[in-house]
């Protein structure tokens, strides 16, 4: 359980994982070295699992994003047979997310890529080369409304 402390350092720093320890102790009102023992303790709680910059990914060339539905064979080995895929899969560095589904597709992949061209080679030579992967339906984003890694804590659940 967090107390209404733990919550606002981590509100503030998932939204600024830069943010100084002097300005994050100002914010929470404690002193520097009370903020940064419990940025300390949060990390080794696991609550805090790293610090990274944000890339823009059109600066980047890799404005096309797209959603890919996967089905792997066999059903009746899906669990031993989907862990071996995912984790390969996983592996690959087109792949932005990777999540295992119930229902008729086995996974969801997100990726990234400079064109149509580029998604094209990533689902022949990256994806074809899976011999467990039995189909796919890949849907292109036409228009990104909101995409976020921040989290809501507390207060923001409660419409704060």
Do not use: W
Request: glycine share 8%.
């Amino acid at each position: 359980m967090l107390d209404e402390k733990d919550a606002r350092i981590l509100e503030i720093l998932q939204r600024d994982g830069r943010t100084a320890n002097v300005d994050l102790a100002r914010a929470v009102e404690l002193t520097p070295s009370a903020t940064s023992e419990r940025v300390r303790k949060l990390e080794e709680r696991g609550l805090i699992k790293g610090y990274t910059a944000l890339l823009e990914p059109r600066a980047l060339g890799l404005g096309l994003v797209a959603f890919i539905f996967l089905r792997v064979d066999d059903p009746e080995d899906v669990v031993g047979r989907a862990e071996g895929t995912a984790e390969a899969l996983s592996a690959l560095p087109s792949v932005l997310e990777l999540h295992h589904l119930a229902g008729e597709d086995c996974f969801l992949v997100k990726v990234r890529a400079r064109d149509t061209d580029d998604l094209y080679r990533i689902l022949r030579d990256e994806f074809g080369r899976f011999k467990a992967i039995k189909g796919t339906r890949t849907t292109i984003v036409l228009k990104t409304v909101k995409e976020t890694n921040v989290l809501p804590l507390g207060r923001e659940r409660a419409g704060e």
